[in-house]
């Protein structure tokens, strides 16, 4: 059987499975029942300076449903804690005592002083937490009053404020990354100049996410008047994964841990993350979507996946995927697929062809001796996947390599075996010669 143990920075969890800092791990009485369920760690939401922030009290939540009203994404306006300091820590202290063999990281996020993160860490040291997590993050509301994002967005407070926390505390320093940035890997490179021990990412993506038609005001809304919120769920993690990849195969930061976040909802979701180099994961809206207890199949799913593929533990496929990432460039331009329909599974809808004829190189067929029926013209299929993405039934269009030796019907050539990229290309003006 799999072992899903994890150590992140000598932090010891029974599983790689953290529920993020956010409303499923802001007291006592929730993270009790997260351990009780199974997760393996939680940060406990953001702690900030007394006196507490406030929150709205209407509505802080608005959710992107796809067709069958299932939460694709998640939009909010939660600012942190809204709970005295000394009530978290408090708290927290119990929680560490009651729940020794879970992780505990506690997120923290106050003013860019050094006084105001020196005397925060002595108190959290104080609760016998395992670390913190700087909420460098937070693109709403904290953000305007020079906090959350706002220090992410700039590489050099991210770099000044993680060497205090080194300098103020003897626990592990994790650097949660705001997504709201053009290049992942300068806050990254940044946290790690300044001597953090991971990064973890992403924190929520700035966003409005609907406007009611009839009141003719954004969601969610507070007294007729909406406000820039924070984005997450399933719709994020494509926009995640990219940015844990880009950080673990930058050199600057290659090897630096990672805690991989967004939009994960499934043992699947998280091998993903573990693949790219994530060490553990964090979960916020599948919890508060599906309840604490679906831990328990992410458990076992990523257990069986693991003793499927014969891995015995989370290392054993760690980063396996990362040296797969490259830039464009390094593509190999000598390599064709064409896509092939299996007539026996082909349900004759029609929607290949749609898509194929009016999007893409009109390179399926729709009838053959007057009869109804889809194939795939090779001569003029480029191999783009747009069909077999579409296609209602499962694995009924399948991609074909063409070896090297045979001809591609829609350029005529031979297909070389040769690896050739953009760089050398006849067709790049700038290419490398010689
Ligand atoms: C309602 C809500 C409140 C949040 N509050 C915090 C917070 O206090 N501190 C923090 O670092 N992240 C906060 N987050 C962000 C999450 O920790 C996480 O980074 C983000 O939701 C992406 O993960 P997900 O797609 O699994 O939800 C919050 C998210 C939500 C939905
Ligand atoms: S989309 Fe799939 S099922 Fe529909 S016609 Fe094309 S191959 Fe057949
Ligand atoms: S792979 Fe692209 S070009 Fe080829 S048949 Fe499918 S949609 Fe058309």
Not at 68 to 79: M, P, Q, S
Not at 226 to 250: F, Q, T, W
Not at 253 to 270: F, M
Not at 278 to 299: H, N, P, R, S
């Amino acid at each position: 059987m799999a072992d899903l143990r994890s150590d992140f920075l000598g932090i010891k969890s029974p599983n790689p499975f953290w529920l993020a800092s956010a409303p499923p791990t802001d007291k006592e009485i929730n993270v009790h029942r997260a351990f009780e369920a199974g997760w393996g760690g939680v940060v406990w939401k953001t702690l900030g300076e007394d006196p507490p922030v406030v929150n709205v009290s209407g509505p802080r939540y608005t959710t992107l449903l796809g067709p069958d009203r299932r939460v694709l994404g998640l939009n909010n306006i939660e600012l942190i804690t809204d709970r005295p300091l000394r009530t978290n820590l408090e708290e927290i202290r119990r929680i560490k005592r009651a729940w020794p063999d879970r992780a505990l990281i506690v997120s923290l996020m106050v003013p860019c002083t050094e006084d105001s993160w020196k005397n925060i860490l002595a108190m959290v040291e104080d609760s016998g937490a395992d670390g913190v997590e700087l909420n460098f993050g937070c693109p709403h509301g904290m953000s305007e009053r020079g906090m959350g994002s706002a220090v992410g967005q700039v590489p050099e407070y991210i770099q000044m404020v993680t060497a205090w926390c080194k300098q103020y505390s003897k626990l592990p320093v994790i650097v949660k990354l705001t997504p709201n940035i053009t290049d992942i890997r300068a806050p990254a490179r940044a946290a790690h100049a300044g001597g953090a021990d991971a990064v973890s990412l992403i924190n929520t993506i700035n966003s409005v996410i609907a406007v009611d038609l009839d009141r003719m005001v954004m969601s969610p809304a507070t007294d007729g008047w909406g406000s820039h919120g924070g984005y997450c769920g399933p719709a994020v993690k494509p926009i995640a994964l990219n940015m844990v990849a880009e950080i673990a195969r930058d050199p600057q930061t290659a090897g630096l841990p990672i805690s991989g976040i967004g939009g994960i909802g499934s043992w699947r979701d998280a091998a993903e993350f573990i693949a790219l180099g994530a060490g553990t994961v964090q979960v916020c809206t599948a919890a508060m979507v599906y309840g604490f207890k679906i831990v328990q199949e992410m458990c076992s799913g990523l257990a069986n996946f693991m003793d499927e593929r014969g891995y015995r533990s989370i290392e054993d496929f760690r980063g396996k995927a990362v040296p797969t990432v490259k830039n464009w460039n390094q593509l190999n331009l000598n390599y064709v697929e064409k896509a092939v329909i299996n007539q026996d599974s082909c349900i004759q809808c029609g929607r290949c062809h749609i898509v194929c004829e009016d999007t893409s190189h009109q390179a399926i067929f729709a009838s053959k001796d007057g009869q109804r029926h889809f194939e795939v013209n090779e001569a003029e299929c480029v191999g783009c996947n747009l069909c077999v993405s579409i296609c209602p039934v499962p694995d009924t269009i399948t991609m074909r390599r063409l070896m090297p030796g045979e001809i591609d019907q829609r350029t005529g050539q031979i297909v070389s075996g040769e690896y050739a990229n953009w760089t050398t290309h006849a067709n790049n003006p700038m290419r490398v010669t010689g």
